[in-house]
């Protein structure tokens, strides 16, 4: 097992410098895009587009890739800052992801220790007609939009039809305070395992799906049931496959 150094997506200040070719073909990422409200203990409060799924897309955007994004955003002043984000890094909208009633907001409420407490006003749909193309490379997933229903059901239709053509990659980048029960989660994110061909799991995620349990022997597992890769990223320690 080799450790390498894992990359966060969720860095907004990073400057947009797009590589000087694109690949023929896109890939599609699915899931949630939404604006995270930070009330801070001194009293200061920060607004700022986000999102699992939208912060992938956004770098694949700044490394000059083709990445086109199926979110469900409103067509509201939170939509607008979230639309002008994502095509600041050449991100393209899926047909149908700004036909939401209202924009998603995830609020933290921090702690003089800046421990933060969440609040979610979230609501996730995949538009209808959404499909992956004959160009489509690969499809991304996770987090929120492969377990919160109505979407859930409709990401994993439209992964299990993608995976013929495309590479399927899968991020569970869990959420307890939206998933529910660890065991019902697991058993979610473990259907969604078997339909990817490449996962990327924390070892925080692992934790709470299995407490106690052994992370690479949990990764070993996933790998049994059809992924070609599974990697445990270990903080800063690296990550292990």
Do not use: C
Not at 70 to 97: C, F, N
């Amino acid at each position: 097992m080799n450790p390498t150094a894992a990359a966060s997506p969720d860095d907004r200040s990073v400057p947009v410098h797009p590589g000087p070719v694109r690949a023929d073909g896109h890939a599609l990422v699915v899931g949630e895009a939404l604006i995270d409200v930070v009330h801070r203990a001194d009293g200061s409060v920060d607004a700022l587009p986000g999102g699992s799924l939208a912060n992938v897309a956004l770098t694949l955007g700044r490394l000059g890739r083709d990445a086109r994004l199926v979110t469900w955003i409103g067509a509201d002043e939170r939509g607008d800052a979230i639309r002008a984000w994502l095509a600041g890094s050449g991100v393209v909208l899926a047909p149908g992801s700004s036909d939401a009633p209202s924009t998603s907001v995830a609020t933290a409420h921090l702690d003089g220790d800046g421990a933060a407490t969440y609040e979610f006003d979230l609501e996730w749909q995949v538009p209808p007609g959404t499909a992956a193309t004959a160009s489509t490379l690969v499809v991304h997933t996770g987090s929120i939009a492969a377990v919160l229903e109505p979407g859930a059901s409709a990401v994993r239709d439209l992964v299990a039809d993608a995976r013929r053509t495309a590479t399927v990659t899968y991020d569970p980048n869990a959420r307890p305070a939206l998933m529910g029960e660890p065991g019902d989660a697991r058993e979610r994110i473990e259907a969604m395992v078997a339909l990817a061909d490449v996962v990327k799991v924390s070892d925080e995620d692992l934790e709470w799906l299995v407490p106690g349990g052994d992370a690479v022997e949990v990764a070993r597992a996933w790998l049994a049931l059809g992924p070609a890769l599974v990697v445990v990223t270990l903080g800063g320690a690296g990550a292990s496959r």
